[in-house]
């Protein structure tokens, strides 16, 4: 079954500085990922997606993913962080040769300092 | 002009009682899903219908019950509530086919949530 690992229950970084927030997974066959985010007291809002094609994927607000295969990992980083990204950043999986669900990892809570 | 909708957003009930929470998506999408995110924020898929039809059914109790009335709306009914059900149910559609063959690889579009609190 897929799964994505999200290492870090928080992270901080001050205003202005990179955000990187970190998922790994574990897929069988090629994976499909997308990163949610989550602001308080509201829904899942999307963000990228890689599916195929250039391992680098650029989204909304600036974010961007990039896609290792060979360390299965997809992070997601922003080269400026603003405290309007202060959220709950949610990575999840699916892999080719899975079960039509989506595996969420337990997502990264993002404070952004001014 | 909201994608996905839910009612009501917040829900207060006491045990043993029986709820209906309801969802409608405009987008025309074939796939909509239930989700429930626990009081860590872990959010776990409860089902998941294509066009009417139950394709996704976790390990849930049977005391939830989906009903798909057409592709556009998906309702929860829980009955007998306990104080475990307490947490927020997110409702999610997708454009995923399963004449496709590979459901989960579209966008899903979430709900604002429900906040169920079972007293």
């Known amino acids: 079954a897929q799964s994505v690992a999200q290492p870090e229950d928080q992270v901080n970084v001050a205003e202005g500085n990179p955000l990187t927030v970190k998922c790994t997974y574990s897929?069988?066959?090629?994976?499909?990922l997308f990163w949610y985010v989550q602001y308080p007291n509201r829904g899942l809002q999307f963000l990228l997606k890689?599916?195929?094609?250039?391992?680098l994927v650029k989204g909304s607000y600036g974010f961007e993913a990039e896609f290792n295969k060979s360390q299965t990992s997809f992070h997601l980083k922003k080269p400026s962080a603003l405290v309007s990204d202060s959220a709950l950043y949610f990575c999840?999986?699916?892999?080719?040769?899975?079960?039509?669900?989506?595996?969420f990892g337990k997502g990264n809570q993002v404070v952004v300092i001014p | 002009d909201t994608a996905v909708s839910q009612t009501p957003k917040y829900l207060v009930t006491q045990m043993g009682n029986d709820k209906s929470i309801k969802c409608e998506q405009n987008l025309g999408h074939d796939t909509m899903y239930w989700y429930k995110q626990d009081s860590k924020k872990f959010l776990k898929i409860m089902f998941s219908?294509?066009?009417?039809?139950?394709?996704i059914n976790e390990t849930v109790p049977n005391r939830f019950s989906p009903k798909s009335p057409d592709k556009a709306h998906l309702n929860l009914h829980i009955n007998s509530l306990e104080l475990g059900d307490s947490a927020v149910y997110f409702c999610?559609?997708?454009?995923?086919?399963?004449?496709?063959?590979?459901?989960?690889?579209?966008?899903?579009?979430f709900g604002p949530g429900t906040r169920l609190t079972v007293l």
């Open positions: 890689y599916i195929t094609g250039d391992n």
């Open positions: 999840a999986v699916r892999g080719y040769y899975g079960n039509n669900r989506l595996a």
């Open positions: 999610a559609s997708s454009q995923d086919s399963l004449r496709g063959g590979t459901l989960g690889t579209d966008t899903q579009y």
């Open positions: 897929v069988s066959g090629n994976p499909y």
């Open positions: 219908y294509n066009n009417k039809e139950l394709i």
